[in-house]
């Protein structure tokens, strides 16, 4: 059983577990006339998101959360995230919740006072990131059904971008607009070497995008790894042109952000570019 430490709202609580471990907990009505003191069972079927406590500054941030904004934002933060998890196959880093229900009253503040702006990376979050795009786009809807406002489609990107942040489990989301950045360089790096555009639909771009993101993160965080290079001759050889371009890619990213492009990093971008290169043929 949980034993409730405080209610925020109907659909909020505050509870320890039977471990004594202290979790936030939301559901429709889970609060309807509750009290502190009082037990939830742990099977509730109100229940649909639980938020482990892992110190005392996660209370302290979603206390403050809770009472800076309106409550109804978490809730539809919370509502956009279990159906986003559902609809993109993958579960979220907890931090979203308190990342998502800040922008989201932020952005019905901007939209109620008619402030509108939009990221210059909102065409390159859609064409890398086009699941994560094409669902905050249905969350924009969902968010206007709620609130009765008319919110701008550009406001998908934003929540995109919580989303990818939350997907990686990037604490800054300057992280997450600098290599969305890089990514779009090295597809049009791409495009150009082979003289047409990238299948952005195929899973082999996919792959490449998802390799070239760790491999932005890894350099990002000082994460090194070791250096391999025992077949990088015979992949050379035998995938001239891809390692051209592979060799392409290492002088931009090293070039521009002075990052040492081992020789097993450029292995595998040979081999990536090589399944890109195939779909080119193949088409």
């Known amino acids: 059983m949980r034993v409730i430490k405080k209610v925020f709202n109907n659909n909020v609580l505050f509870v ?5 471990r202290e979790e936030i907990i939301m559901g429709k009505g889970l609060g309807f006339h509750r009290h502190s003191g009082e037990t939830v069972d742990e099977n509730d079927q109100k229940i649909d998101k639980t938020f482990i406590i ?3 500054a996660t209370v302290k941030n979603f206390q403050e959360l809770a009472e800076r904004i309106d409550i109804t934002d978490i809730e539809i933060a919370s509502d956009i995230i279990n159906e986003g998890e559902q609809a993109l196959g993958y579960k979220l880093s907890n931090s979203i919740l308190f990342a ?3 922008h989201i009253n932020v952005m019905l503040k901007r ?3 008619k402030t509108f702006f939009s990221t210059p990376l909102q065409w390159d979050l ?3 990131y086009p699941k994560e795009y094409q669902y905050a786009f249905r969350a924009v809807k969902k968010i206007e059904e709620r609130t009765q406002l008319n919110i701008p489609d550009q406001e998908a990107a934003f929540i995109a971008l919580h989303f990818i942040n939350a997907h990686y489990d990037v604490k800054d ?3 997450t607009l600098m290599s969305t950045k890089i990514i779009q360089k090295v597809i049009d790096i791409v495009n150009y070497h082979y003289g047409r555009q990238i299948d952005q639909s195929s899973y082999s771009f996919s792959r490449f995008v998802t390799h070239i993101r760790y491999f932005v993160l890894r350099q990002l965080h000082g994460e090194n790894t070791e250096d391999s290079s025992s077949i990088l001759n015979f992949i050379q050889q035998k995938y001239p042109d891809d390692y051209n371009c592979a060799l392409k890619i290492k002088k931009f990213l090293e070039t521009s952000y002075h990052w040492d492009v081992k020789d097993n990093e450029l292995l595998y971008l040979t081999l990536h570019l090589n399944r890109l290169s195939t779909n080119f043929n193949g088409s």
């Open 16 to 20: 320890v577990n039977e471990n004594n």
């Open 54 to 56: 892992k110190d005392q």
């Open 100 to 102: 998502l229900a800040d």
């Open 111 to 113: 939209v109620r006072e």
């Open 126 to 128: 859609k064409a890398i």
């Open 173 to 175: 989301m300057e992280e």
